[in-house]
């Protein structure tokens, strides 16, 4: 027999550290190879890690909470001479700015295996010939998590300020995922205070649950880590490397509204979710294809601009764990129905706490929608590596004129920021009157298509 100590892999792109979320073993327990471990939170995903090793865990380096720099032991495993996972890494070290699935390598074929196994339904351990269900692992004294629950840090974190055993809540997510809304059911049915029956509500401050400002701490102090600390680090970069510019334009989006109306009704179409948001992507993409410079990068340490003739659109999302920008992977290429089916999985995947570091990397051109939250406009910070961000406001009703009338129109103020370095005005404005004029009329552009 010998110990394999599996260390604290680079999950992402050259990340420094990650936050044990879930332990899915403990010690004493066997495991086999690829069999899930512990679930951890980056500062871009939360990312499930398999065994590369087969053997008896003998001891877990941290608790759920704690915080392990890349390259620090993670887990110790007791295995035997002849075991098999000798032939599998024991310290997987990847290569700077290369995401890896630890214990697979890099290419593009394990990356795909790595999903799956990810999205792979738990086993059922009464039959189960590993062994045993590991004991659930207690966090605070009252409250107690099991290792197999399937949730977001935040959501536990919510379970656990009401007391309430997230183990015994039935997830409605995606894979059987708990969520705030499964943790609000359960509360209702039960004698635990609910935010709704108390003045004491939490509010959400990047993946922190906050007291309300009558019965909270005079000052809080929260550790900028994760996603806080991934926004912070990336906001400063870019507003200090790359000189930033605007342009923006109100536009007559009611064709595009009575276009998605219309759409909504087909039978064809009742399982797509379509939003203006839909119409805005594929505008964007339809700009990037007749003005290629917007879809580019400046790399200065080699003095080059890079253009791009495959657009990864980057969407803003808000989360449970604070502001991210997942992307979606040639979407240029994608028509009406695709591009709904791809937004409504990224936006399912990013609330759910599931997107991947691959989907978060190697964006080209952004979109920040923030018309939902109330918004007519913003001037917003370019996303490191991009050299472009839409962002779309409110639509609403507006006096507008029209064949020299004032009638009242769905009207909408969309804007693009922009690195002035190698995108000057004239471009900007061009991409930006082309998405105008799509929401203007989008029928011909969807219909050539």
């Known amino acids: ?214 019965s909270g701490p005079k000052e809080e102090r929260i550790p900028v880590r994760g996603v806080l600390r991934s926004m912070a680090e990336a906001m400063v970069q870019s507003a200090f490397s790359a000189p930033h510019a605007a342009v923006w334009v109100r536009v007559d989006a009611t064709p595009t509204m009575d276009l998605v109306r219309s759409l909504k009704t087909r039978t064809s179409l009742a399982n797509v979710r379509l939003s203006p948001l839909v119409i805005v992507a594929l505008a964007l993409c339809d700009a990037a294809r007749t003005y290629p410079g917007i879809n580019s990068s400046f790399d200065a340490v080699n003095n080059e601009v890079v253009i791009r003739r495959s657009v990864a659109l980057g969407i803003a999302a808000d989360t449970p764990r604070g502001l991210i920008a997942p992307n979606i992977k040639n979407a240029d290429q994608l028509d009406l129905v695709g591009m709904a089916l791809a937004l409504d999985d990224l936006v399912a995947k990013a609330r759910a706490g599931t997107t991947t570091p691959a989907e978060m990397l190697g964006t080209t051109l952004s ?33 507008w004129v029209k064949d020299n009338e004032v009638v009242v129109r769905d009207v909408v103020e969309i804007g693009l920021s922009f690195d002035h370095r190698h995108i000057d005005g004239a471009l900007a404005s061009g991409v930006l009157s082309h998405v105008g004029r799509f929401l203007s009329d989008p029928a011909p552009a969807l219909l050539a298509r």
């Not at 997987?92 to 290369?98: E, L, S």
């Not at 001037?379 to 962002?391: D, K």
């Open 1 to 214: 027999m010998s110990h394999r100590t599996f260390l604290m892999p680079d999950v992402g792109e050259g990340l420094t550290e990650a936050e044990i979320v879930t332990w899915k073993v403990s010690v004493g327990d066997t495991v086999t190879l690829n069999q899930p471990l512990v679930d951890i939170e980056t500062a871009k995903a939360t990312v499930e890690l398999p065994s590369p090793f087969v053997g008896v865990v003998s001891e877990l380096h941290g608790q759920v909470g704690d915080v392990i720099e890349v390259g620090n032991p993670l887990i110790e495993i007791e295995v035997s001479d002849d075991s098999p996972s000798d032939a599998a890494p024991a310290s997987p070290k990847p290569t700077a700015r290369t995401a890896v699935f630890v214990g697979y390598g890099t290419s593009e074929e394990n990356e795909v295996a790595s999903r799956r196994h990810r999205r792979a339904p738990l086993k059922n351990t009464a039959t189960d010939s590993t062994g045993p269900m590991p004991t659930p692992t207690p966090l605070v004294a009252g409250v107690v998590t099991s290792t197999h629950v399937r949730s977001t840090p935040p959501v536990r974190l919510y379970a656990k300020q009401h007391g309430l055993d997230i183990s015994l809540v039935p997830g409605t997510g995606r894979d059987g995922l708990v969520t705030r809304d499964d943790v609000d059911r359960a509360l209702s049915g039960s004698q635990r205070r609910t935010p709704a029956a108390t003045s004491n509500a939490p509010t959400r401050f990047v993946g922190h649950e906050l007291d309300s400002w009558e």
């Open 367 to 399: 979109i920040t929608n923030v018309g939902p939250m109330g918004v007519d406009g913003a001037v917003p910070i370019l996303p490191p590596g991009t050299s472009a961000i839409l962002v779309v406001g409110q639509i609403t009703k507006a006096p």
